[in-house]
């Protein structure tokens, strides 16, 4: 996986502004995060974690699943804008942790049964080495889960606009985490959302905070050049599409000691 630089304020601030549309807005990041879950209640068989980190928690869909399917003794959610605490505050009163930070450079607590995500890990600059660093954190039979997005993310934003995040493929970030980590369950799906007009999927995008990979800003000019490439291409009777492409991975600390 190449090295990208991501602008990690301006992601910040355009998730800060969606704090409060997110919810309402993100319908298939609420999707992702229940499939998500649904997973690991498949998968870690009789495993339970009662010792959970988040990272990227942003308002909490998922973490609401989490707390809900496995009730921990302990659960820290991290995200690297603070005002999604105000977002969580009915889970800080249950007893979970919220700390502001970086995920990429955090200190999570030792000993962590589950270090888990979703739709965090494509702002991530170097991944691989972001699965190592966790690595450290995870007890002996602790598992990385998470699910990020791939190659055809968004594909007919960045094909018209030219430019959009260094997605990576399934393929990629299993060979990332194969040093450290057992496969236990890789997939993914491609979700299709139709729009009635280009201008309901900037707004959309706006709404859920993921246009934080350029500060570029839009002319009229622009703007409208956009609107009439996206619907000459991507027009059809159910209006302008938008695809979601989520990757799904579990993944098992390796015991180098057997």
Known sequence: MGNTTMNKTLITERFTKAAHTYGHEAEAQKRIA??????????LHNFWPNRIAEFGCGTGNYSRLLFKQYFPKEMLMNDICGEMRHCCKELLEK????????????????????????????????PS?????????????????????GLDNMKEVRQIAGYGLPYRSLSEL??????????????????????DHPMSVLRHLKQTG???ITSQQWTRG??????????????S???????????YIIAKKKNHEE
């Open 237 to 247: 009777s159910k209006g302008v599409s938008l695809t979601y492409h989520p990757l």
């Open 129 to 149: 080495v972001f699965f190592g660093h966790c690595s450290q954190y995870l007890g002996q039979q602790g598992y990385l889960a998470f699910s990020t997005f």
């Open 210 to 212: 993921v246009t934080g």
């Open 222 to 235: 622009r703007l409208n050049d956009f609107c009439d490439a996206y619907q000459l291409q991507f027009k």
């Open 174 to 195: 299993i060979e990332g985490l194969q040093p450290y980590y057992e496969i236990v369950h890789a997939e993914e799906q491609v979700l299709t959302y139709h729009f």
């Open 34 to 43: 229940e499939h998500m879950a649904a997973l690991l209640g498949s998968h």
């Open 95 to 126: 007893g979970a942790q919220f700390e502001v930070g970086d995920a990429e450079h955090f200190c999570f607590p030792k000993e962590c049964d589950l270090i888990t995500s979703c739709s965090t890990l494509q702002w991530f600059d170097n």
